[in-house]
């Protein structure tokens, strides 16, 4: 069983930034490959980035790529999502998701835990 709690959201201004962080229980963490997700309102949830549990795996949706960043400390239990140069469109609640295994890819089913999400809110 894996516990995931994201922080780091909030309101920011077009161009801006977030990180936001994702905190796991658990001693293995770095068997794990980690994703996030987003879910804006009226809209189905949607890929953003994926990271596996090797060095160099990750996978970003078109609509981010270039803009954010998706790491991890596997010292720390914790995944990151670096946001920059922030739009509107971005704003939505933005879920961290596990799967147990060394790669899971864009697909939602394919993640095992889910955490509650933190709000993203980006003003033009």
């Known amino acids: 069983q894996v516990q995931l709690v994201e922080s780091g959201g909030g309101l920011v201004q077009a161009g801006g930034s977030l990180r936001l962080s994702c905190a796991a229980s658990?001693?293995?963490?770095?068997?794990?490959?980690m994703g996030w997700f987003r879910q804006a309102p009226e809209k189905e949830r949607e890929f953003v980035a994926t990271?596996?549990?090797?060095?160099?795996?990750?996978a970003y949706a078109d609509s981010v790529k270039g803009r954010f960043a998706i790491s991890r400390d596997n010292a720390k239990n914790t995944v990151y999502l670096q946001m920059n140069s922030l739009k509107p469109e971005d704003t939505a609640v933005y879920y961290c998701?596990?799967?147990?295994?060394?790669?899971?890819?864009?697909?939602?089913?394919?993640?095992?835990?889910w955490g509650q999400g933190t709000q993203v809110t980006v003003s033009s």
């Open positions: 998701a596990a799967h147990q295994g060394y790669y899971a890819g864009h697909r939602s089913y394919d993640y095992d835990y």
């Open positions: 658990g001693r293995t963490f770095s068997s794990y490959s």
């Open positions: 990271i596996g549990t090797m060095v160099g795996s990750t």
